[in-house]
């Protein structure tokens, strides 16, 4: 059992999804920036629930390069907090909140210095029975 806030193996994720488990997961953290703090949210987009990836919203990024270059979402005030503090490319998606940048878990756990943990899972409702 975690404490909220902290942080697990991502090795409980793969054991669940091999014991056949529908989860995803999350890895939440805070990236200083010269410009103040930035929540980084990390999903897997291909076990996220759909509509909650943010992954084709502008129309010019694509899933190949969401997973493999690393891309941060952010809102156009948050985007700016990030110029030339990360080396991944931003996308300015003004539907994302104030503050947050989302990514791949992948670039998460770069930018947050978090390899192999994760914050929490997305249990999707239906799971396959037994």
Not at 61 to 70: A, K, R, W, Y
Not at 86 to 105: F, H
Request: proline share 4%.
């Amino acid at each position: 059992m975690t404490e909220t806030g902290d942080r697990f193996a991502q090795s409980t994720y793969i054991a669940l999804r091999r014991a056949g488990w529908q989860v995803s997961p999350v890895l939440e953290g805070e990236l200083r920036t010269d410009q103040g703090l930035v929540q980084i949210l990390g999903l897997d987009a291909l076990t996220t629930p759909s509509g909650l990836a943010p992954v084709g919203t502008d129309g010019e990024t694509d899933l190949l390069e969401f997973l493999t270059q690393g891309v941060l979402f952010a809102n156009s005030e948050t985007a700016l907090r990030l110029d030339g503090q990360v080396t991944l490319s931003v996308v300015v998606d003004d539907n994302i909140a104030p503050g947050i940048a989302v990514t791949d878990i992948g670039a998460a756990q770069q930018l947050l210095d978090a390899d192999d943990q994760l914050s929490r899972l997305i249990v999707a409702r239906a799971q396959p029975i037994g």
